[in-house]
Structures are given as structure tokens and as C-alpha cells.
């Protein structure tokens, strides 16, 4: 037998839940009918349906419960919820009028957190504009995915045009492939003992978008992608000591805005996703899950890329009726726009070569007199430098951001 659920409104004023009890033969029992008189809730009941008890819910993801011990993780583990799928049904099934409940494994500490609770808002004009420039030239998300995007791929489109890609950056051997449909992000790069990982998320993936994710995930994935990471062991700053005594800088944005412009730049070169991350964010510190997903609704239709959104933006939070977001993800755009002002001047292969550096160390005396670079990698794309800084200027263009930069920090 199987427990089938309906959900009915019933005349727009209550919200009723009925089990159906499938006995095999069509038949309705009778314990499942005297529930499901017992099964009515009003609206403004939705959000209580999933709470936990009330003494969990001051608690942040970060901070360690006196009566349940949960395991130390890092960050982006710590920030993942355990129960997307159950909340995400739930919000889909109330019509969006819910505020998801999200619960977790893991913590990590408050330090860590803390630098991830204060989004800005000072590239917020940017972001808009580049999201209306988008809209304008496209007349929607949906088509601007489908023409950017290409057709949807399949599982094993994936999986061989990503071992093609790393064959031809000579990769092949040194580099494996795990496809997992519950990662957050697109992708990601992982470094574990000497042994490089890319884990790809295959669901709504399209073929003209698997490239410039390759080119972000295994070239220039911050801190643990494959060939910043490389050239960053053949340099005097590889461990932090060293690092502390050339005063060099944190590695972001810088790495995040590099990897970002690679990722867009070979084909229509819009800065949509990076924008929408950042304005997300933004708006979710303000308002609640349920709002802010209706307030994306300017952007995007689609509601499966809304909540996709709008999870990332509440990911680390428990309650998501309150104000509060995770504004690691602002990072891609402030990266990209630092990088794009400098675009006449700055040495993009050097930045590469020498490893983890932010571009305000590139041209430092005592950087570059310590670097190391007779046996540092550069992928195939970077060797043409005129076709490079034209793919750069493109971007600008593009996104409609020629006449602003010079405001950028």
C-alpha cells in the first residue's frame, strides 16, 4: 500500500491536507478519512507546520546547543542543509507562501560565520543594471538561458565532454570526475591529499554552459582548483608563515572574479548569474525566504531557479521568515568588476602563475623577486593575450558597464 497526499483550498479561505489511503483496489479506508477530517489548517498556519520545537529556534548554525552536540565542519558543509527536498516540496506545494525550516549537521564557529553574515550593498546599482541590460536585450531569463545555455545535456553528454576537456588541457590523468545531483552550486574542485576531484551537479545543465563551468571549476576554483593550487606550491608563499611575512593579501575576490569571467567569456558574455547571486543576497538580509523568492519574480519566472536562488542566499540560517542571508556569494561580482577596471594594465597570465595572490600583489617588488615560475601552467586560452584582453573589453561592452567602472574600489 502507499499513502498518497492531496492538497485542497477550499473555497480560498482554509488549507486542507488529506491522506488517501490506497488499499489496492481504488477503496478509500475509513482511518483515512476520519485523519483527514482532522487535517485543516488556515494560511497563516503554513509556516507553523514544519517548526521544530521553539527552545532550536534561536539557534544559529554556528553556535553549539547545550543538550545536542552537533560535529564541527567546514563552512560550505556546515551551511548545507539536510532537508532541501522535504522543504522545497513543502514550499512548492503551499503556493510559495511558506518560509522554509532548515535544518543541519554540522556547525562551525562564530568567527568563521560572522564574516559571511553582512552583505553590501554597494554594488547593488551594478548588479541591477547589468540584470535589466540582460532582460532588455534577451526579453526574459528563460530565453536568455535557452540562447546562452544551449540545449539541455544529458548525464552522459556530461560526463564525456568534460573527460574531452580535460584531455585537452592535459589533464586527463591527473584530474577525476564524480557527477552528484545534490551539490548546491553548479560544481566544484576539491584537493584532498594530492588527489584533485571535480564533482559536477548535472541537473539543468545545458551543453554551451558545461565549458565555462569547467574553465571555473577546474582552472580557477578559489583555494582548492587545479592549476592556481599547481603554481601555488612551486612559490615561497605556499604556507601561510611565508604568506604572513610577505604581508601578502587574501586571495579573494580576486580568485572568485577570475574564475567568474572565465566561466562567461567565451560565449555571450553576460554577467546575469553573478548579478542575480549578489542581488539575492542583498534582498534576502532584508526580507524572508517567501519574499524574497516573490521579489525575484521581476527577473526570473521560474520557480525552480527561484528557489535555487533564494536557498543559497538562506543557506546557514534555521528560520527563514527572518531577515539574514550567506553573502559569500556577493564575491563573484565584486571580483569581476576590480578585475575588469584593471584590464589595460594588469598582467592576468603573471596573476595566474604565481598562485594564490589577489592582483594587488602581482606588481609587489617582493613578490615577484621570490617568484618561482620555470615550471608554472597557464591554460591554452591565456597564450593568445590580444584575443584575451578583446574577450575582456567584450565583457565591459556587453554588460553595458563602460561608463561606470571607474568607480568600482
Given amino acids: 500500500m502507499e499513502v498518497v497526499y492531496k492538497l485542497h483550498l477550499n473555497n480560498q479561505k482554509k488549507y486542507v491536507q488529506k491522506p488517501y489511503l490506497n488499499t489496492g483496489n481504488g477503496q478509500i479506508s475509513n482511518q483515512a478519512r476520519k485523519q483527514s477530517k482532522k487535517k485543516c489548517f488556515s494560511p497563516c498556519r503554513l509556516d507553523e507546520l514544519a517548526a521544530p520545537p ?4 534561536l539557534l544559529p548554525v554556528h553556535q553549539k546547543m547545550t543538550n545536542i552536540r552537533l560535529k564541527k565542519l567546514p563552512l560550505l558543509a556546515a551551511v548545507k542543509p539536510e532537508n532541501v527536498k522535504a522543504e522545497k516540496d513543502r514550499f512548492m506545494r503551499a503556493n510559495f507562501n511558506y518560509n522554509p525550516y532548515f535544518m543541519y549537521k554540522g556547525c562551525t564557529d562564530d568567527k568563521t560565520m ?3 553574515n553582512y552583505p553590501s550593498d554597494r554594488y547593488l546599482p551594478e548588479a541591477i543594471l547589468i540584470l535589466e541590460n540582460t532582460i532588455a536585450h534577451f526579453g526574459n531569463f ?6 546562452t545555455g544551449g540545449p539541455p545535456i544529458t548525464r552522459a553528454g556530461v560526463l564525456s565532454l568534460t573527460k574531452q576537456y580535460l584531455a585537452n588541457e592535459n589533464l586527463e ?7 552528484k545531483d545534490d551539490l548546491i552550486s553548479r560544481g566544484s574542485f576539491i584537493n584532498s591529499h594530492g588527489y584533485y576531484t571535480v564533482h559536477l551537479r548535472c541537473a539543468n545543465l545545458r551543453e554551451n554552459c558545461l565549458e565555462g563551468l569547467l574553465n571555473h571549476e577546474v582552472v580557477y576554483f578559489p583555494g582548492t582548483h587545479y592549476l592556481r593550487s599547481y603554481n601555488n606550491k612551486l ?3 605556499a604556507t601561510l608563515d611565508e604568506r604572513n611575512k610577505l604581508d601578502i593579501g587574501p586571495v579573494n575576490p580576486t580568485e ?9 567569456m567565451f560565449s555571450k558574455p553576460f554577467l546575469w548569474r553573478i548579478a542575480l547571486l549578489y542581488y539575492t543576497t542583498y534582498k534576502a538580509s532584508k526580507m524572508s525566504f517567501k519574499d524574497t523568492f516573490s521579489d525575484l519574480s521581476k527577473y526570473v519566472e521560474n520557480p525552480d531557479i527561484r528557489w535555487e536562488y533564494c536557498m543559497r542566499a538562506k543557506r546557514g540560517q534555521l528560520d527563514t521568515s527572518r531577515p539574514g542571508s550567506f553573502c559569500k556569494d556577493q564575491v563573484y561580482l565584486v571580483g569581476v568588476l576590480q578585475l575588469l577596471k584593471r584590464r589595460k594594465n594588469l598582467d592576468f597570465p603573471m596573476l595566474l602563475r604565481l598562485g594564490k595572490i589577489s592582483f594587488r600583489d602581482v606588481n609587489r617588488r617582493c613578490v615577484t623577486d621570490a617568484a618561482k615560475l620555470d615550471k608554472t601552467r597557464i591554460p591554452k586560452f591565456m597564450e593568445d593575450l590580444e584575443s584575451y584582453h578583446q574577450k575582456l573589453d567584450n565583457v565591459v561592452k556587453t554588460n553595458g558597464l563602460t561608463d561606470i567602472l571607474s568607480h568600482v574600489e
Fill in 235 to 237: 612559490q615561497p608563499w
Fill in 256 to 264: 572568485e572574479g577570475l574564475a567568474s569571467l572565465h566561466s562567461i
Fill in 114 to 116: 560572522n564574516t559571511f
Fill in 142 to 147: 528563460e530565453t536568455f538561458e535557452k540562447v
Fill in 173 to 179: 590523468d591527473e584530474v577525476r570526475i564524480i557527477l
Fill in 54 to 57: 521553539a527552545r532550536l529556534r
